[in-house]
């Protein structure tokens, strides 16, 4: 069974602040998807990563897809409150059309 | 963002009943998934389908069973609810590229 361990599961930070949430697993994945969710609503898509050692910037967002395409990070820099929410990685798995979610991290950051 | 509806948004039930969740969608997405999301554990793969009558189990499907007759709709059926099924849960559509999974708003299910 493929898993993604995904890591802190909670962040507290003030305003200004930098973060990294981390995405593992013991498998190889063709793709890696980082998702943000909103109380009340569904996740919406922020990135796909595909190739290993890839790295892809949205704004103050920098994602990173391990070499050997079994783990991901999400760096922000100087987090707003308007970044809490529920941060999810998903990872394809071959071309089933399934995904693997982690269990995901919840960031507050406070004003 | 693909047109993804689902019905209803809250339900309260009890325990033994059976509950029927809908998924519709406009953007003629082949793929469908229906998800349930309880904390720590993010979101579960419950069902999904890859065309019209074409469905497949996913890790969480035992009490679970669906249905798609039509591209645009995929029907969740909780045969005879249990407390355990008390989650929140989401549909999703892609085309079947994995580039990008379109969510749903969610149905908030109680059961008693």
């Known amino acids: 069974t493929q898993l993604l361990e995904q890591s802190p599961q909670f962040l507290s930070i003030q305003e200004g602040e930098n973060l990294t949430v981390y995405c593992n697993s013991s498998?190889?994945?063709?793709?890696l998807q980082w998702y943000r969710q909103e109380p009340g609503e569904g996740p919406v898509l922020l990135v796909t990563?595909?190739?290993?050692?890839e790295v892809k910037k949205l704004k103050r967002l920098t994602f990173q897809f391990g070499d050997a395409r079994k783990d991901s990070s999400l760096h922000i820099t100087a987090a707003q409150p308007g970044d809490t929410g529920l941060y999810l990685c998903?990872?394809?798995?071959?071309?089933?059309?399934?995904?693997?979610f982690g269990q995901g991290t919840t960031l507050q950051v406070k004003p | 963002d693909a047109g993804i509806t689902q019905s209803p948004r809250h339900k309260v039930t009890e325990t033994g009943t059976p509950v029927t969740l809908r998924c519709h969608q406009t953007e003629n997405h082949r793929y469908m998934y229906w998800y349930r999301q309880d904390p720590g554990h993010g979101l579960r793969l419950i069902h999904y389908s890859y065309g019209v009558k074409d469905t497949d189990k996913g890790e969480v499907s035992d009490g679970y069973s669906v249905s798609r007759s039509k591209t645009e709709d995929f029907l969740l059926t909780l045969e005879s609810a249990t407390s355990s099924q008390t989650s929140v849960y989401f549909c999703a559509t892609d085309t079947g590229t994995q580039e990008t999974q379109y969510f749903g708003p969610g149905t908030r299910l109680l059961v008693l």
């Open positions: 498998s190889v994945f063709s793709s």
């Open positions: 998903a990872g394809a798995a071959g071309n089933t059309g399934k995904l693997i």
């Open positions: 990563v595909v190739t290993g050692g």
